[in-house]
């Protein structure tokens, strides 16, 4: 593996100056903001350090590759790299491939070995992305019949009827109907490790996957080592820009960047919803204007906590519910009890670490699946 540091203004900058060095399959190790340098740095705006890896295998084959097709396929990269940054609307940018149904599957396929490439070398990172286990989400969770749903948003697992008891659970199922507007811009708040990050990349690579949209993400979760780079990570496997912003300024400058995109996920900073560290994200989600907000709790977390963690969280206004881990407990029984207490509407199951699979739209009938069958 050869690795590559790079320092540059902006992450975008930096991802560009690695792939240029790295070639495109250059992976995305490491992601820092730079303190400033000396007396001077006080005047000067922030840098970033990236470091990138790429498989020396890429680079055997990279002289090989010098050919026509090897160049023009760089200088496409580099003009979409150029219009990326610039938020264009170039021929290159406007015409994107997630447009034209004949190119999603070669898209998808695309995605698909950036993940398993992205899996092979760095079976480290703190990334969402762990490989499925053999025979394909064993710990998924079933339906009634004990068979895997499946994680297909076109065509959920048929459950039993409804079960008795779900009286006081919303479903935010009526917002996916075609006729509703599709949100423009998604932001995910919730307590630490709750999985928004991870649903957020689950949902963005639908959105640019099976919806063709073309997608933006920007995180304001510079806190958490690591964070960045999970998120940058995501980025560069779907091919999409990335924005980082420290503060609410920042955000909706970096907004305004991403304005030619169809939908924009927003990534936050997890906070414990005791003390005032949810008072902190009022201004992000203030700026962001966020038409779904969606309060990200775990099944595993005791249906008390969650409960007291929605509460702290209301001063954000979410109107989605996203519980995820529910492959990680048997009692789904908690789902209803948090869903009922916050009256806010279920939208998503977070059912496993796979992006973008393990996610199922939350319907009544799937819940209903879910407790009729004992927790599988
Ligand atoms: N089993 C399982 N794990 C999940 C699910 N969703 C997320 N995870 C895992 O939970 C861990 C935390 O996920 P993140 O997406 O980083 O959580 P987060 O809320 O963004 O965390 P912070 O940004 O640190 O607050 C990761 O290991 C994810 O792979 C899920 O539905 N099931
Ligand atoms: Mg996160």
Redesign the pocket.
Known sequence: MRIKRVEADTVAEALRELRRELGEHALILHTRQLPPRGVTGWFRSARVEVLGAVDEPELLRAPAARSDAGASAFARMQQEAAARLQGATSAGVGAEPARAPASREAQRQAVAERLARFRAVTPTL?L?T?PAPAGRRDGAVRDAGGRPTGGDTATPAPGPPVEAGLGGVRFAGDARDPGVRPARRVAFV??????????LAKLAARAQLDEGRRVGLVTI?TY?IG?VP?LAAYAEILRVPLEVAHTAEELARALGRLADREVVFI?T??RSPLGGGVDALVPFLAVASADEVHL?LAATTRPADSIRAAASFARLAPNRLVI?????TEDHSAVVEVARATGLPLAWF????EVPD?LEPATAERLGGLLAGGGR
Request: glycine fraction near 22%; charged fraction near 25%; avoid cysteine.
């Open positions: 703190p969402g762990t919730g307590p630490t490790g709750a999985g928004k990050t991870t649903t979760d958490r964070a999970q990534d900073i997890g990200v995820t881990k529910l492959d990680e977070g059912v496993g670490q393990d």
